[in-house]
């Protein structure tokens, strides 16, 4: 059962994946209204297993307390980054979850090196990181804004045309660090189309539940669209890495994104295969003894103490 729906699962998101090495161009390569030919009945019932999955694999993954999972979540604005964490996450323990979103730097930020402030939020062993937006901002809008990266104020060596192949090569370089000690990186590239953009953002614009969420100087950022297109593709064919692969999430269909992202998010869990911890047999016989000695003070009249239960109930 659960290696079908492993299978299942791999199958979804196979398409998703950026191959490492290959040379991408979004527009050619990425299709935001993609769905996998499923339609969204069948999507709905997919996302409550996916919510279900999760929530049985962040409980090993807590328990073993070997292994972090770094999830870095980008996208354009109206992306649907924030609805996409809220429905994966609903099923997961809040105690093992953290959730960072990164804006514009602070003075402070800016005063240290560039990975700096994404460093303070990695997770601990055992627990899943969210990053809302992410270190992959540096490589996007730091690079279609020059100003951006003025504020950097990098050393002039470390300036000029060789820059971004550089800060590649760290960016991979630190997630190859980091998953050799334990802390697995996935990276989530939520594809919207520049039509489907427009309409959200007039959406947010005519309904009044939703005007708190427009922002006018989104709608500037909408000029750049040409070179933010091709600073995604550029990041996705410099970092999609065996250690730590990208995959295009199909954005247009709220609905689908949301089973893609939750998918790979299993997947990822699914291969890591956390397991609970075994006891020895010492631990077993301490065990034991604690018991009898809790059985020793069951007051009187008291029905009969409930059997040993599985490892996995409760
Ligand atoms: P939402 O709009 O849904 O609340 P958001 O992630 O767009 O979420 P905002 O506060 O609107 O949050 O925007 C954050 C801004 O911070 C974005 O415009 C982004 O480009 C900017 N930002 C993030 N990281 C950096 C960075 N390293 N350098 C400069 N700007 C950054
Ligand atoms: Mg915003």
């Known amino acids: 059962m659960a290696d079908k729906r492993a ?20 527009a050619r390569d990425f299709d935001p209204r993609y769905k996998a030919h499923l339609k969204k009945r069948q999507g709905r019932e997919l996302l409550r297993t996916g919510v279900e999955l999760l929530a049985e694999y962040q409980a090993r993954l807590a328990a073993q307390n070997t292994y972090g999972v770094l999830f ?31 804006k514009v730097p602070s003075v402070e930020e800016l005063d240290h090196d560039y990975l700096w402030r994404y460093a303070h939020h990695l997770p601990a062993r055992g627990d899943i990181a969210v990053f809302n937006r ?23 060596e470390t300036r000029g045309k060789k820059l971004w192949k550089r800060r590649f ?11 050799e000690n334990g802390i697995t990186v996935v990276k989530l590239f939520l594809n919207l189309s520049k039509d489907e953009q427009r309409t959200r953002f007039l959406q947010r614009i005519d309904r009044p539940e939703k005007n708190w969420k427009f922002s006018a100087a989104d709608v500037r950022e909408r000029r750049f669209w040409d070179d933010y297109q091709r600073a995604f593709s550029r990041m996705l064919s410099e970092t999609s890495t065996p250690w730590a692969p990208w995959y295009v999430i199909p ?7 949301r089973i893609c992202a939750s998918a790979v998010l299993v997947h990822t869990l699914m291969e890591l295969d956390p397991q609970y911890p075994t006891i020895g047999e010492r631990a077993r016989e301490d065990l034991l003894t604690a018991r009898r000695e809790l059985e020793e003070q069951t007051p009187e009249g008291t029905p009969d103490d409930p059997p040993p239960r599985s490892r996995t109930e409760g």
């Open 251 to 257: 954005a247009d269909r709220k609905w689908f994104a």
């Open 169 to 179: 090569r760290q960016i991979n370089d630190w997630e190859r660090y980091l998953t």
């Open 7 to 26: 299978e299942r699962i791999a199958e979804l998101i196979a398409p998703l994946r950026v191959p490492p090495g290959t040379r991408v161009d979004l």
């Open 72 to 102: 870095c979540l980008q996208a354009l604005d109206a992306g649907g980054k924030d609805g996409t964490i809220r429905h994966v996450m609903s099923g997961m323990n809040p105690q093992g979850v953290q959730v960072s979103s990164f």
């Open 134 to 156: 992410s270190h992959y901002e540096e490589v996007l809008v730091v690079r279609v804004h020059p100003d951006v990266l003025d504020r950097q104020r990098l050393p002039p």
